[in-house]
């Protein structure tokens, strides 16, 4: 690869992280599904990325993080994959916004209407997005023997990004009331900020859900990387929530199940009758929708890494020896 294409790819790379805690949730799960796969899937899911198509700059990305020892070198690399998604929303890499950007594969919308703690799903709406029918096809193509690894690439940071959208569960709900006949967008309609707040200023329902691991545990002064701040808040999720006690909910690969279950926390967690329009959630609210949060974050990656587990974890043949 060309220098000045690593040198821009790392430019990017900074510019990502010096940003709010956008990607914390997709970051934690994935460290959390780094943490259940085998060495084998480890290695061949890092050596599968670096494969990636060089326009993605997705492999290229390995090299930003320098001198950092091998092993924890790949695991923020790997945690890093799962926000490449949302990454390539920026438009200054034109030609990579315009190839692999696609703004409705990140949400795949119920559309329904509230009675009391239950949902009435609606038809006869506009398509409410694609990530289920993502997710399959991407399933498809990393178990496809003939597949390339650049193929395969591409799908695993779509899977890994995907598995953590739908956990969250804004990412599968269109609400539909007399304010928002066509469905809230996944609570952006929903507003928490007095009517009439500058739009600059203005809170949404699904910002608060998105942003809900930092502003519930900030970062300490002089916690400014993964090592720090997202390591020790997946290890606590692990810890409130083990493997064994989500094991037998995992369906891995069923993502029309993962999908649907999200979307039940929508009448009764999310659109709780203690949330009011233009008000600021409830601690009780808050306190609720954390511990939700905190569940699905660690089910996203438990799943994750079971799935590649699955798929990727078998050692690669070792090479055939060369005739003499």
Same mark, same amino acid.
């Given at each position: 690869m ?6 821009a790819?790392?430019?990017? =790379?900074?510019?990502v992280?010096t940003q709010a ?10 460290y ?18 670096r494969a ?6 997705l492999?290229?990305?390995?090299q930003?993080?320098?001198a +950092? ?8 690399? =790997?945690?890093f994959?799962?926000?490449w ?5 920026d438009?200054?890499?034109?030609? /990579?916004? /315009?190839?692999?950007?696609k ?5 795949d919308?119920?559309?329904?209407? #509230?009675?009391g703690?239950a949902?009435?799903?609606l ?6 997005g694609?990530?289920v029918?993502?997710l399959?096809? =991407?399933?498809?193509?990393?178990r *496809? ?5 650049? *193929?395969k690439a ?10 953590g ?9 269109? /609400?539909v ?7 809230d967008?996944g609570g952006?309609?929903? #507003?928490?900020?007095? #009517?009439g ?10 910002w608060f859900?998105d942003?809900?691991v930092v502003?519930a +545990?900030?970062?300490?002064t002089?916690?400014?990387?993964? /090592?720090d701040?997202?390591? !020790? ?6 810890k409130r ?9 995992l369906?891995?690969?069923?993502f029309?199940?993962? #999908?649907?279950?999200?979307f039940?926390?929508?009448?009764t967690?999310v =659109? ?8 600021t ?5 808050r306190?609720n ?6 569940r699905q ?5 438990y ?5 590649f587990?699955?798929?990727?974890g078998?050692a !690669?043949a070792?090479?055939?020896p060369?005739?003499q």
């Amino acid at each position: 690869m060309q220098r000045s294409l690593i040198l821009a790819v790392f430019l990017v =790379f900074l510019s990502v992280n010096t940003q709010a805690w956008d990607d914390v949730g997709h970051k934690i799960s994935a460290y959390i599904a780094w943490q259940r796969m085998t060495p084998a899937a480890r290695e061949n899911v890092v050596r599968i990325l670096r494969a990636a198509p060089e326009d993605s700059m997705l492999g290229a990305f390995y090299q930003s993080y320098g001198a +950092t020892p091998e092993l924890q070198r790949k695991k923020e690399y =790997f945690m890093f994959t799962a926000t490449w998604p949302d990454v390539v929303r920026d438009r200054a890499f034109e030609s /990579r916004y /315009r190839k692999y950007h696609k703004s409705n594969w990140h949400y795949d919308d119920t559309f329904w209407r #509230q009675n009391g703690n239950a949902a009435v799903p609606l038809t006869g709406f506009a398509e409410g997005g694609q990530a289920v029918d993502r997710l399959i096809e =991407f399933d498809k193509t990393i178990r *496809d023997s003939g597949a390339s690894d650049r *193929d395969k690439a591409i799908a695993i940071a779509w899977i890994m990004h995907l598995i953590g959208d739908l956990h969250q569960p804004l990412h599968t709900s269109a /609400r539909v009331t007399d304010l928002e006949p066509k469905g809230d967008q996944g609570g952006n309609l929903f #507003q928490l900020t007095p #009517q009439g707040t500058p739009r600059e200023q203005q809170q949404n329902l699904h910002w608060f859900w998105d942003s809900i691991v930092v502003r519930a +545990t900030p970062p300490k002064t002089g916690e400014f990387s993964e /090592r720090d701040y997202i390591e !020790p808040v997946a290890e606590r999720m692990m810890k409130r929530h083990p493997f064994s006690s989500l094991q037998s909910s995992l369906k891995v690969g069923d993502f029309r199940a993962l #999908q649907q279950e999200s979307f039940a926390y929508n009448p009764t967690v999310v =659109f709780s009758p203690d949330l009011v329009r233009f008000q600021t959630p409830s601690a009780k609210y808050r306190r609720n929708a954390f511990n939700l949060a905190e569940r699905q974050l660690a089910l996203a990656g438990y799943r994750m890494g079971e799935l590649f587990n699955t798929v990727f974890g078998t050692a !690669p043949a070792a090479p055939a020896p060369r005739a003499q």
